[in-house]
């Protein structure tokens, strides 16, 4: 383990990081709000501890093996989640404690969207465009951003973009080097975000509102500049343009590349993992509208789709977004919705969830095992499209699914004993695991009221959910430490 290049690579990414606090500073700047003073001190601290962490070790310049691309990815996260806590615990105008600028800054940085704050909208818009901020560095994760700066750096990049998106698609490369990919895929990020901003504010909300939720409607977070979310703009069009958004977002970036190259939208439709996506995206609609409609929740069939749209797309995708209080609907309903979040978006996308892609070569699996059943000699293979799924793939998702089972019961049994009640311990597991935001119970509207304890169990929760279980459960097997 090169454990100097290591801490060496750290030291220049929290320095590089310590940047993502002068935004903030000129916003404040801009309106003259009086916050931005804690974020240039958060500044002058992350560069100074980042350069002094770096330079006792600036000429360690080793390969990285598989295992420091891990442990880099791991620490990464939570160093810089630490890190990103600074500026809301120093902030008076937040009145956080340590355990909620902890909550908080690592909801933003893992996308998952949920908060301890009340009253967002009064307080200065330093800190509400840093919260939207945290949300679109740790949207396309910022890992993909540093592969990309790293061979700069004298460091390669390959260890840690496996690390980062593990999985059934891990290995594939839209470009022939790392860092182009990465580059590529910025590329597409940031159009994205260009061109939800500029939709949003045709739509009239106005320029800040605009930039701060095309941020976090990007990156499937969830964070938004107002309590009522984007409910406080009452506008259907506004709706429309998040929910064609947040499908865009939740799709595979590298699946936009490939169509994008060879200029042909049917490049879209090949994909089996889409094809899945959307149906599972329109059989959920579909059941949300006829129940909103049958519990007549709604006065207008018009206002029962609005609303029904908007709350399936936003939470089945992770986003956690909301028009109106899901929670308070028939019981049946926000519970499919929760249970909808553990699915998320596609691979490689910025969604949550076990990913389309997993729960497809679930259920192929499950159905091959029943023609098995039927024809015990038979031979069957399990294809996506054309082509066949090794069973090396079909066993490592059905070790994923059952690590990230087994995670989910361990985190909901400790926030139970923390004092939490069963719906609520259950629901905020399944928000922070899946990086969703919003849960049933005394989490429906904000994290603000659970213990301390329990919020640090849901950080964890989130690190576990971001990283897709295995890149953190790895570092606690003896095998990963042995030489």
């Avoid at 599972?280 to 207008?300: M, T």
């Avoid at 209080?325 to 969604?351: D, K």
């Avoid at 311990?425 to 994290?447: I, R, Y």
Wanted: charge should be positive; aromatic fraction near 12%; include cysteine.
């Amino acid at each position: 383990m090169q454990y100097r290049s290591i801490i060496r690579i750290l030291g220049l990414l929290v320095a590089v990081f310590s940047v993502s606090m002068l935004p903030p500073a000129l916003v404040s700047l801009w309106y003259q709000d009086g916050a931005g003073v804690p974020f240039l001190l958060s500044f002058v601290i992350c560069v100074t501890a980042g350069l002094l962490i770096w330079y006792p070790n600036r000429s360690y310049q080793r390969d990285l093996k598989v295992r420091d691309g891990f442990l880099i990815v791991v620490m990464f996260w939570l160093v810089l989640g630490a890190v990103g806590t600074l500026p809301l615990y120093l902030s008076p105008e937040t009145g956080m404690n340590l355990a909620d600028a902890t909550f908080e800054a690592f909801s933003g940085l893992t996308t998952t969207g949920a908060t301890v704050l009340t009253g967002i909208e009064t307080l200065p818009k330093a800190i509400l465009f840093y919260r939207q901020q945290l949300q679109w560095l740790g949207g396309m994760g910022i890992i993909v951003l540093a592969v990309a700066i790293l061979p700069m750096l004298g460091v390669g990049g390959m260890q840690l973009y496996k690390a980062e998106t593990p999985g059934p698609v891990k290995d594939n490369k839209v470009t022939p080097r790392i860092a182009d990919t990465a580059k590529h895929l910025w590329l597409i990020y940031v159009v994205l975000t260009v061109s939800c901003a500029l939709a949003y504010r045709l739509a009239g909300m106005g320029w800040f509102d605009a930039v701060g939720h095309s941020f976090s409607t990007v990156a499937i977070g969830g964070f938004s500049t107002y309590d009522a979310s984007i409910g406080h703009f009452n506008s259907s069009t506004i709706n429309i343009i998040c929910v064609v958004f947040l499908l865009l977002s939740a799709l595979n970036y590298p699946l936009h590349f490939a169509a994008m190259r060879g200029k042909n939208i049917l490049t879209y439709w090949r994909d089996p993992e889409l094809r899945a996506f959307l149906f599972i995206q329109g059989s959920l609609v579909l059941l949300i509208f006829i129940g909103l409609l049958r519990s007549q929740v709604y006065d207008s069939t018009w206002e029962a789709f609005d609303h029904g749209l908007f709350q399936a797309v936003s939470i089945s995708t992770t986003a956690g977004f909301a028009t109106d209080g899901f929670a308070y609907w028939p019981l049946y309903l926000p519970i499919l919705l929760i249970f909808s979040s553990f699915i998320g978006g596609c691979a490689g996308s910025t969604g949550g969830g076990m990913k389309v892609v997993r729960v497809l070569l679930l259920f192929l699996q499950g159905k091959r095992e029943l023609n098995r059943l039927v024809h015990p000699r038979a031979i069957y293979s399990i294809k996506l499209g054309r082509r066949a799924v090794p069973d090396r793939v079909v066993e490592a998702v059905w070790g994923f699914f059952a690590a990230y089972a087994l995670v989910f019961v361990i985190i909901m049994l400790l926030l139970i004993m923390t004092g939490l009640d069963n719906m609520t311990a259950f629901s905020a597991t399944a928000a922070c695991l899946n990086n969703l935001g919003p849960g049933l119970g005394d989490v429906a509207s904000h994290f603000g009221d659970i213990p301390d304890v329990s919020k640090y169990l849901l950080v964890i929760a989130m690190v576990f959910g971001r990283l897709e279980i295995f890149t953190l459960l790895v570092l606690f097997t003896p095998a990963f430490w042995k030489n």
